[in-house]
């Protein structure tokens, strides 16, 4: 009578997992009107053309009678009043409820700078017109998205697979000889000693699929981290992440979506070779490799439990870095002359500039955990998170598919680990929270984490 017992839970698993997951995926077109100022660097550059579209990307899940949505936009960043006000709209639109809605960027360097109420917004077109009426129009067309997708509901079933690549992703900041940490140094240059960090070659992978006898690919979801800074120039580009979405939809028909990972360190850059590394066919070249590395790692797709769904998010308060009276002097002299300033110089005049008007009120923000099954982890996270932080979460997460997303509902910034405060350069000049704040997004996420495994 055991074994009878046994073998009859065994098959109501089986049928609650094949009858109960149902998956819709879309994507919505998002790009601006020409013009539309583009977003990534310390100046004023308006768009003039485009390469090729951006968008929102929406993956719908529903098991167990609760639903979730992943939204991945073609976005430099994701601005909190973008995400409350497009929650609401998922709400009210597909009976989502916000705690279960997850909206993230890619990060490319090509896409309409946002306005984001920095500082910064002045100088580089965020509080202009154009931008201002595109950042407005953000929420409705990703509450759109999500719909599309929870109209396309159908059963499912869902696949993994954690291929790796390498020769792709760099850590861009580099011990020299004299001791100190470069950030970007000059290509194959003397002093370059090695590379100050990690960086993460693992592609997360997931596959989901019709129940038909001959399934139909509903949607691919690819994890990657590594910044989209390639394309460069004046027109729109979802830049790589662009490329593997049209490269792995000939393989996979349906819909590609990729989703940035813990990569506030890392980019294209190979500094051992002197290759230029910029423009269409570089980023051709990089979404080629993840893609090919993605397509090469289909035959080890293996179904993963998918039985139930649960989703918890957690507000976390960041401390904000010390600002001294010294860099408060220097502000002051510097703003007049901004534009003539030196990039460091711009950097940090931001960030004190930034950090001052928040009067000493941390950052509140939040880290986000949806699983399904008892395999699969999105994990998002609210900023350019360094790879350390990302690896410690991964290392700690009781899921076999631990899919980490950085810029997710909200963006501070770079979020470098502890250790990285004490080099110094770029990312650390640039951060609005103090050090220490990234291990507390660590934690966060890993309780969150071991609360939802079952």
Not at 51 to 80: H, N, S, W, Y
Not at 338 to 343: G, H, L, Q, S, W
Not at 402 to 411: G, K, Q, V
């Amino acid at each position: 009578m055991k074994l009878i017992a046994f073998c009859l839970a065994i098959a109501a698993g089986i049928t609650a997992n094949a009858d109960d997951l149902r998956i819709g995926a879309a994507q919505t077109s998002i790009n601006p009107p020409p013009g539309t100022p583009l977003a990534g660097y310390y100046s004023l550059r308006p768009s003039d053309g485009v390469l090729d579209d951006l968008f929102a990307k929406a993956l719908v899940l529903e098991c167990g009678g609760q639903k979730a949505a992943i939204v991945i936009c073609d976005l430099i960043t994701m601005p909190r009043d973008v995400t409350m006000a497009a929650r609401e709209l998922i709400a009210t639109q597909s009976g989502i409820p916000p705690d279960n809605v997850m909206i993230a960027a890619t990060h490319t360097h090509t896409a309409p700078v946002l306005q984001r109420n920095a500082t910064r917004d002045d100088f580089d077109g965020g509080n202009g017109d154009a931008s201002r009426s595109y950042t407005s129009s953000l929420p409705a067309l990703i509450a759109r998205c999500v719909a599309d997708a929870n109209a396309k509901l159908t059963s499912a079933t869902a696949r993994g697979t954690t291929p790796h690549v390498e020769n792709v992703a760099f850590n861009r900041r580099f011990w020299t000889l004299d001791g100190t940490v470069a950030w970007n140094p000059p290509k194959l240059s003397p002093n370059i000693a090695a590379p100050a960090g990690p960086h993460d070659p693992e592609i997360g992978v997931l596959a989901f699929d019709t129940q038909d006898k001959t399934p139909l690919s509903l949607a691919t979801f690819v994890n990657y981290a590594m910044h989209p800074d390639t394309v460069g120039g004046t027109k729109i580009s979802a830049d790589y992440p662009g490329v593997i979405a049209q490269a792995l939809e000939r393989v996979r028909p349906g819909i590609s979506m990729f989703a940035n990972g813990c990569c506030g360190n890392l980019n294209h850059r190979n500094v051992w070779w002197d290759n230029p590394q910029r423009g269409q066919a570089e980023a051709a070249r990089l979404g080629h490799a993840i893609s090919g590395a993605v397509c090469a790692g289909l035959p080890n797709l293996a179904a993963v439990s998918a039985s139930r769904l649960a989703a918890r998010r957690e507000t976390v308060h960041l401390p904000l870095p010390e600002i001294t009276e010294a860099d408060r002097a220097e502000v002051r002299e510097l703003s007049p002359r901004v534009k003539e300033a030196k990039f460091m110089q711009q950097v940090k005049m931001f960030r004190v500039l930034d950090v001052q008007a928040r009067e000493g009120k941390p950052f509140d923000v939040e880290v986000q955990v949806i699983v399904l099954g008892d395999d699969i982890a999105f994990v998002g996270l609210p900023g350019e998170i360094f790879v350390e932080l990302g690896l410690a979460i991964k290392k700690a997460s009781p899921f076999k598919h631990t899919m980490l997303i950085e810029l997710a509902n909200t963006a501070i910034g770079y979020i470098p680990n502890r250790s990285a405060y004490t080099e110094g350069n770029y990312e650390v000049v640039s951060a609005r929270c103090a050090a220490g704040s990234g291990e507390m997004l660590v934690d966060t996420a890993i309780q969150l984490l071991r609360e939802l495994k079952p």
